[in-house]
């Protein structure tokens, strides 16, 4: 059986509890998803949201990067 592994590349805080990640795959491209802080009691656990997105390549990466400059850029120009 063929394990995919992740590595952990970067990852952001998008709400008070969850952050995206984003991480290269064993099997080639890269993974975007959601990840959750659950505490209970004094223990906080992880969990990865289901559905993730798959980016094929540092292209598809630098599209997303280009996409978000896109939207900072108008907001940046909205609140000038």
Known sequence: MNNIE????????IQ????????ECSKGGY???QRVLVKEGNSTTTVYMKNAIHVDSIE???NLRNALNVVLSEKNTENS
């Open 16 to 23: 008070d509890k969850r952050d995206l990640v984003i991480s």
């Open 31 to 33: 993974t975007i998803a």
């Open 60 to 62: 598809g990466i630098e």
């Open 6 to 13: 992740f590595r952990k590349i970067s990852s952001a805080k």
